[in-house]
């Protein structure tokens, strides 16, 4: 089982701004989601459910020093796995890191995302 996942590439610059924008919603039948990270089809929820039984932290950063975000949350067990072999995309308030070609605009700067499993 993979514990940690670190993905690296290109984003708008204010994509750490947009992240603190987000909030947490309410979602059924109760707790909240963060849906300003998204690992494929699933969110960190605030809560343990089955569906969501691990805790993870997810550390979005600006490369090499630069602003932080720190969100903890839980999500699937295979998160990290699932991140690390391709099967799901980490999508990160609506943009994604693989895209390098970004840097060519010129409007860009370099990211890392940092999924950690934390185990009690």
Request: with cysteine.
């Amino acid at each position: 089982m993979y514990d940690k996942a670190i993905i690296e590439g290109y984003a708008p610059p204010d994509l750490i701004f947009r992240l603190r924008l987000i909030n947490w919603k309410t979602c059924e039948p109760s707790g909240k989601n963060f849906f300003g990270i998204e690992f494929g089809d699933a969110v960190l929820a605030d809560t343990y459910d089955p569906y969501c039984p691990m805790r993870h932290r997810v550390t979005i950063s600006e490369i090499p020093h630069g602003q932080t975000f720190q969100v903890e949350g839980y999500c699937a067990e295979n998160a990290c796995a699932g991140l690390q072999s391709g099967a799901f995309r980490l999508v990160i308030a609506g943009c994604t890191l693989d895209d390098l070609s970004l840097d060519k605009i010129g409007n860009s700067v370099p990211y890392r995302a940092t999924v950690e499993l934390i185990i009690f």
